[in-house]
């Protein structure tokens, strides 16, 4: 059942009350500080998992074996062995919703206050700078208040992008100075919950604007990361003042009037330490990385707190980045080599909510062997359809975009490994990303990519993004995958040449002619 439209905004109402307004690009956590957790990372307190009902078993499932094929992305990032009862997909954006769904988080902090005279809990937002101040009533206006009201709680953080400087900076009016560069992330914390997603907190996202959405229940280590994570971050970004204003950190270089290349090496080097901590206190012993070659059942036991019985390591969990500005290519690299190294009968279905691929990736599914089952946004449920002025034409771009690509696979007799599925549903946008992956006689995925990244340019090349790679050889964990991915997939149709001559795929010219030169900015 799809939330009533208002739903959204009575949540927002509740998180940020009385000043309700649209925030957009929010990446926050809500924790109390226990043990390794250095401060409150704010978001929206997430509900229990409810447990799930049995599924069928199949003999078709991956074995231990073949999932040690994926060890090598624990080589870039730190690996964290869970339990697949930990993880659960959200399906709806009323799931999303309802998952989301926290009491006000003015009221949460006063109480905290009262409660003890030095509280310790803490808020943090880290907002996109360009994105989360558009118009006079914005992202930022909205946190003010909590800031003049809660001073030592209370942190927001507005990233700018090192590239938009000088006569550029001058010279772009609102929303076309977001294509230079976003922080694209979207991770929700509360405590030892996390929600890895590509969806915004707005009102569409909570109503009919499809995404992706996990949630990862009680797992502190994976929160205690990206809590470091989202700070480093906020670190090198400019912090709102309670007079609307935004300056760096005392010692921290700025991003658009500082050296770029002092800057993006700072930057670097304060996330990459994040990555390289976590992994180094992996090496050392301090968590289980991943199912060795000799482990045994009894080994393979998750830590948990006490009066909880331990949990069955049969997951892995490897987050990771890309920050191209900063240098840090650890999702570009993982993409790559998963597509390289897919074998032949295995495969591989990849959406994307604007289908935009870059070269690379666009080489690499033509010339690998595995089948692709690729599900795009038809034009009516691009997030730009009806938008005014030149936006209006992006969906035509798109269209033109996939004709094109296509006509390679058509060309290069691929259509039968190949196929690109359109997803429809009226009075819905379309806006979810990631891929499911499918060894070579497996009836279940067992490794997914789920986050911000779009497998496009601005991905690649402009935006910082985060996502899960997910692996594992629990059974209903890989159902509930095959689930999600057969959720979307049922709401398309698989893409011939006639649908290019459909009146609603119709590309002017003038659309044809500028999409090459522009089509790395959207």
């Known amino acids: 059942m799809m939330a009533a439209p208002m739903a959204a905004y009575r949540l927002l109402e509740s998180l940020f009350k009385p000043f309700a307004a649209g925030l ?26 409810k447990p799930q009902a049995d599924l069928p078993s199949s003999p078709c499932y991956v074995s231990a074996h073949n ?28 799931e999303f919703y309802d998952t989301m769904k926290v009491d006000c988080i003015e009221e949460t902090l006063q109480r905290s206050q009262e409660e ?33 009201k809660f001073p030592n709680q209370v942190r927001v953080s507005l990233y700018h992008t090192p590239d938009l400087r000088g006569i550029l900076k001058f010279l772009l009016p ?41 949630l990862l229940h009680d797992c502190r280590e994976i929160a205690d990361f990206f809590d470091e ?31 770029r290349a002092d800057f993006c090496a700072a930057a670097k080097e304060r996330i990459m330490a994040v990555v390289n901590e976590a992994r180094s206190k992996q090496q050392c012993g301090i968590h289980v990385n991943s199912l060795s070659e000799n482990s045994s059942e009894e080994e393979l036991l998750v830590p948990s707190d006490i009066g909880i019985a331990p949990k069955h390591i049969d997951t892995w969990i490897y987050p990771i980045i890309q920050m191209r500005p900063f240098e840090i290519r650890i999702d570009e690299q993982v993409t790559e080599t998963l597509m ?19 070269q690379a990736y666009m080489n690499l599914i033509l010339g ?6 690729i599900l795009l946004a038809s034009p009516e449920v691009n997030g730009f359809f009806g938008a005014k002025g030149v936006a209006g034409a992006i969906p035509s771009a798109y269209v033109y975009i996939a004709r094109q690509f296509y006509s390679r696979v058509y060309q290069s007799g691929l259509q039968d490994r190949i196929r690109l599925h359109e997803y429809f549903r009226k009075d819905w946008t379309f806006h979810a990303k990631g891929l499911w992956y499918y060894l070579s006689g497996s009836k279940w995925p067992c490794l997914t990519l789920i986050g911000s990244p779009n497998f496009g340019y601005r991905s690649v090349h402009r935006d910082l993004e985060a996502q899960l790679a997910i692996v594992t050889e629990n059974l209903k964990l890989q ?35 500028v999409t090459p030169l522009i089509k790395n900015f959207f």
């Open 368 to 373: 690998t062997s595995a089948d692709y089952q």
């Open 229 to 259: 994570l989202v700070n480093a971050v906020s670190d090198v970004s400019l912090q709102l003042q309670h007079n609307d204003t935004a300056d760096v950190k005392p010692g921290m270089i700025h991003p658009f009037t500082g050296s």
């Open 479 to 513: 159902q509930q995958l095959q689930q999600e991915q057969e959720h979307l997939y049922c709401l398309s149709s698989e893409v011939l040449t006639t649908t290019f001559d459909q009146p609603n795929r119709h590309v002017k010219l003038w659309v044809k002619l």
């Open 116 to 148: 003890t005279m030095v509280s310790d809990l803490r808020v943090s937002v880290l907002l996109d700078c360009t994105r989360g101040s558009r118009g006079k009533k914005n992202s930022r206006t909205m946190l003010i208040p909590l800031l003049k």
């Open 67 to 94: 999932i040690q094929r994926f060890q090598w992305i624990g080589e870039l990032v730190p690996t964290f062995g869970i339990s697949g009862s930990q993880v659960k997909l959200l399906n709806t954006p009323s």
């Open 340 to 358: 390289i190294e897919t074998e032949m009968d295995s495969k591989m279905y990849l959406t994307s909510g604007y289908f935009n691929l870059t």
């Open 24 to 49: 957009t690009r929010f990446k926050a956590g809500l924790r109390r500080r226990e043990r390794r957790s250095s401060y409150l990372l704010l978001a929206p307190l997430v509900c229990q998992t």
């Open 174 to 214: 609102e929303r076309f100075n977001e294509t230079i560069g976003l922080q694209h992330i979207k991770v929700y914390l509360f405590d030892n919950n996390v929600i890895i997603s590509g969806a915004n907190l707005s009102d569409s996202y909570f109503t009919n604007r499809q995404d992706r959405y996990v």
